[in-house]
Every structure is written in C-alpha cells, then in structure tokens.
C-alpha cells in the first residue's frame, strides 16, 4: 500500500520568512496529493491540492509542487503570518481522489512574531 | 465545499459499552471515510463506508470492533464496540466534494474510562 513520509515534524520561522515542508509517496499509481491544516482542536482543513497532471499550483501565498518522477512533493508559505502556525498533514490518493487518502506523520508549524 | 456535521462532538463512555457516531453531510457523496487520531497524532484510516454494502476495513480493523454503516449518500455511522481506555481518541468522519476533495467532519472526542 502507499506510504507518506512527511519532513520535517516541527518547523519555527520568522514571522514574514518563508516554510517549505516536503512529503515523499511510494505509490506511483498516486495522483491526487491535498494538504490539510488543523488548528488546536479543529478538523483538518484543506488548503490546497494538486493532480498528478500540473506540476505546480498557487493560491495566494500558499503553492504545492510535485515531482512525479522523485515521487515528492512540498508545501511552500510565503509571507509567513502568526495564523499560519498550525500542524499541517500531506495526504496522498489514487483516482484523482475518490479513494482512500495516506496521511503523512504532519508538520507542527510555529511562527514566530 | 460539502458541510460535514458529527455527533456527539464529545463523550466519555465506560469501559465494556459501544458508542455510535453520526455522521451527515449536506449534500450526496460518493466516498465516505472513518478516521481515528490519537493526541498528537496524524490521521489513520478506519474504514470506507460503502453505501448499500459493508465497509472496506483497513489493516488492523475489523467489523467487530468497528460497525459501520451508510444507509444513503449522505449519512453513516461508526459504532466503537466493547469500549476500552485504548479507544480513547478522536473519530473524524469526511466525505468527498464534488471535484473529489475530500472534507473532515469536527471530529468526536471520545474518552474512555
């Protein structure tokens, strides 16, 4: 079955400096990837996808980029604000998604003011 | 973006009951999936509840432990059976969106003693 690797566990940057945090997959046949962010004793939100036919995807200050041929892929934050500390979550599926997600292990996200 | 609502959000059972979990969404799904979180965990996949058939139980679940139903395209419920303090976690509940994202219930937070 597929397995998600998720780095690094816990990640502190200044408030306005950049994040990145990565996720490698196992499954080639994997071609759905969606990032979640979950609050203090919230349901994981989901924040951004992307489908195994783009390369990249932006929304505002937040863009995903997948290598499919590394079977990777990151989360980058621009412009790093205090709401953004969060723990974040890699997920990856086949079927663009209408199957089963694999978590990966989650990024504790702290900003720092 | 599909609303997805559970109930209870929390509750602490005794050991050697069963608590069932409701979970309803505003509008039909295709997918809808059980997850269990332990405190400071990432996201482990129960089952998928398949609607007018039983669920596809992951590695380490079974029926016994954890019946699932979905009557319809819209609700299902998870049952945890025979209540231990190892139960003790949060269950989340998501159902695929239109274009296959999947959304995340609020979770119930369940304690055992």
């Known amino acids: 079955g597929e397995n998600v690797e998720q780095h690094p566990s816990t990640l502190s940057v200044q408030e306005g400096d950049s994040a990145v945090i990565k996720c490698t997959y196992s499954d080639s046949a994997s071609n759905y990837f969606p990032w979640y962010k979950q609050e203090l004793g919230k349901r994981p939100q989901l924040i951004i996808d992307i489908r195994s036919n783009v390369g990249e995807k932006k929304d505002q200050r937040i863009a995903v980029t997948l290598n499919k041929t590394a079977k990777h892929f990151s989360l980058h934050i621009t412009e790093t604000q205090p709401e953004d500390s969060a723990v974040y979550f890699c997920?990856?599926?086949?079927?663009?998604?209408?199957?089963?997600?694999?978590f990966g292990t989650g990024t504790r996200l702290t900003i720092i003011p | 973006s599909a609303v997805i609502s559970q109930k209870p959000s929390r509750d602490i059972c005794q050991r050697g009951t069963s608590l069932t979990i409701q979970c309803q969404v505003d509008s039909q799904v295709t997918m809808m999936f059980w997850y269990r979180q332990q405190p400071g965990q990432s996201l482990t996949l129960i089952a998928t509840a398949n609607q007018g058939s039983e669920a596809t139980y992951e590695s380490g679940f079974v029926i016994d432990k954890f019946p699932i139903s979905r009557p319809n395209l819209t609700f299902s419920t998870l049952t945890v059976s025979n209540l231990s303090p190892e139960d003790s976690s949060i269950y989340l509940c998501s159902g695929g969106g239109t274009a296959n994202e999947q959304f995340f219930g609020p979770g119930t937070r369940l304690t055992v003693l």
């Open positions: 997920a990856a599926s086949t079927n663009f998604g209408n199957e089963k997600l694999t």
